[in-house]
C-alpha cells in the first residue's frame, strides 16, 4: 500500500515531532513513529497501481499553493482510537481531495472508504495504534487538551509514503505543486 500524504513544513513538523518524543518518554507511546514524517493524509493505493506518477503529475499540474490552518484536538473512536491534530477542511483542500479522489477511485468506494470524498477527515496523527487504551487514554488527553493548536501552513507538495507498519514507512517521491511556495510555511 501507498499512501498520498502532504508532508508538513519544518515548524509544523518540528512541532509534531516534538509531541511525539513527548509522548513516547512520558507514555511509551511508539506506534506512530513508524512513520517518521509528520504529514496528513489524503488516501491510500495499491503498489500496484498503474501509472500512478502520472496520474499524480495530471492532478497537481494545475494546482497552486494554498494555505490551511490547523484548529483542534480530536478523537478518532472505536477499537483502536486515533488522537490527532484536525485541519479545518476549506474549498481548496477540499477541491484538491476530490481532484485527487476522484483521479485513483469510483463513487462505488466513495461511500465505503474513511478516505473518501463523503467522510476524509484531514488530520495530523499523535497516537494510534496498540499504544492507547483505557489507563492511558486520559492522562495522555489532558496533557494535550489545553494546547493551542491553532497553525497556519502552506499546502505546497504531494508525497508518496511506501512501506508497512511492521516494516518501517518511507518517502518514495515528492511532488511539487506547481507555482511560487512560501519557504517553511
Known sequence: MKALVTLLPDRISEMVHLIWHELERDFNFRSVLVTPYPHFTYCVVEDSTEGLYEKIEATIESV???????????????????????????????????????????????????????????????IFGRDLNRENFCPAMERLVFRDFHREFEVNNLAILSGSLEGGIEIEKIFYFRGKHTPDR
Open 64 to 126: 497552486d499553493p494554498f494555505t490551511v490552518r490547523t484548529e483542534y484536538l480530536g478523537v478518532f473512536s472505536g477499537e483502536s482510537p486515533v488522537v490527532y491534530i484536525g485541519i479545518a477542511r476549506i474549498p481548496e483542500l477540499s477541491r484538491f481531495h476530490d481532484a485527487l479522489w476522484r483521479r485513483f477511485f469510483g463513487p462505488e468506494r466513495d461511500a465505503q472508504d474513511l478516505y473518501g470524498i463523503a467522510h476524509w477527515i484531514p488530520h495530523i496523527t499523535l
